[in-house]
């Protein structure tokens, strides 16, 4: 299909859905390079991807991926050069801007795949020839048992991998959506939930599907209408609650509920919920803060062994009004 077509057929996708002509690569650069406003979910360093981004895509797999780039440069098919090209062209515009995740490259993972499967069989398997150079006939490739083995040492650390990282590592922060969900739909009464975490550490609506239950979370939206002078002191929500989360629960948040009482009315402060959840590093402030409250704990759940933002540490936790 023309190029000329495609970038056509996409504009007028983008007018349909916008209703008014876009064209959101530009809106991308603009909001992450010109006006730089990705840093304020988090600055990582400029070689993020290659320190961390690839070994995390291709995991045990990663020398073959850097022994298959470096072929496909210096010689090979055009094709693998061509992916090879925009493997490093991608990763090189996107480590321009100071935030990165690694799910920013994820569409290039195709590609590495290619480009890694050729380098791994052309290393492993190599032609075996018969006895008779004049007869020019070959049987099938044969991987020696040294390189049988490695194969299934990778194998094996990729399913070890992947096992932990999709049922063990950060598995409370979907757990207890899941409670919260169960719990809800066995009372089937109008809830309220309050998370005291940082931006985006749930999945949020994915789980909270009902109309009746009505959450919050801390925001963190970046300073968009800010100039450029007074977004270096801007703080978000988030920011302003882990400066001092004792200060602002008492500040921003009406006097908490007492057991066998009502909770205190106030049209100017946030209203305490029926469940507060948090990380575990968090308790000893909610235990001082909400000190002979009528919160008691109805949930806890394991999420990692280890995470590199201490706001994440420790278990999950959920508090329920009353042990309701």
Same mark, same amino acid.
């Given at each position: 299909m023309p190029w000329g077509l495609i970038l056509a057929l996409s504009g007028l996708a983008d007018r349909l859905y916008y209703q008014t002509w876009a064209f959101p690569p530009f809106r991308f650069l603009y909001f992450n390079i010109a006006q730089s406003l990705s840093v304020f979910y988090g600055r990582n360093d400029w070689h993020y991807y290659i320190s961390q981004g690839f070994p995390l895509?291709? #995991?045990? +797999? &990663?020398?073959?991926?850097?022994?298959?780039?470096? @072929?496909?440069? /210096?010689?090979?098919?055009?094709?693998?050069?061509?992916?090879?090209?925009?493997?490093?062209?991608? #990763?090189? +515009? &996107?480590?321009?801007?100071?935030?990165?995740?690694? @799910?920013?490259? /994820?569409?290039?993972?195709?590609?590495?795949?290619?480009?890694t499967a050729e380098a791994l069989v052309s290393t492993i398997y190599s032609p075996q020839h018969t006895d008779s150079p004049s007869s020019g006939n070959s049987v099938a490739p044969r991987a020696p048992k040294f390189w049988k083995f490695v194969l299934s040492i990778l194998v094996a650390i990729n399913i070890l991998i992947a096992f932990y990282a999709s049922v063990i590592h950060q598995s409370g922060v979907t757990s207890v959506l899941a409670y919260l969900r169960k719990d809800h739909e066995s009372r089937n009464t109008n809830t309220t939930i309050g998370f005291l975490m940082p931006c985006h550490s749930t999945p949020w609506r994915s789980h909270l599907i009902h109309p009746t239950m009505h959450a919050w979370a801390l925001t963190c939206e970046p300073p968009v209408n800010l100039p450029p002078a007074a977004r270096a002191a801007y703080l978000d929500e988030a920011d302003i609650f882990y400066a001092d989360p004792s200060l602002f629960l008492r500040t921003h948040f009406a006097p908490p509920p007492l057991p066998g009482k009502k909770a205190a009315g106030s049209a100017e402060k946030r209203q305490?919920?029926?469940?507060?959840?948090?990380?575990?590093?968090?308790?000893?402030?909610?235990?001082?803060?909400?000190?002979?409250?009528?919160?008691?704990?109805?949930?806890?759940?394991?999420?990692?062994?280890?995470?590199?933002?201490?706001?994440?540490?420790?278990?999950?936790?959920?508090?329920?009004?009353?042990?309701?």
């Open positions: 895509l291709l #995991t045990a +797999a &990663l020398p073959f991926g850097i022994l298959g780039v470096w @072929r496909a440069l /210096y010689g090979g098919y055009f094709i693998r050069l061509q992916l090879a090209v925009t493997v490093l062209f991608v #990763t090189l +515009a &996107l480590s321009l801007i100071s935030h990165k995740e690694v @799910r920013f490259i /994820y569409p290039i993972l195709p590609m590495l795949h290619v480009i305490w919920p029926d469940s507060i959840v948090f990380f575990e590093q968090l308790q000893p402030v909610l235990e001082d803060v909400l000190k002979g409250n009528a919160y008691v704990e109805c949930w806890r759940g394991f999420n990692t062994h280890w995470h590199d933002d201490w706001r994440r540490r420790g278990d999950v936790v959920v508090w329920c009004l009353g042990g309701s």
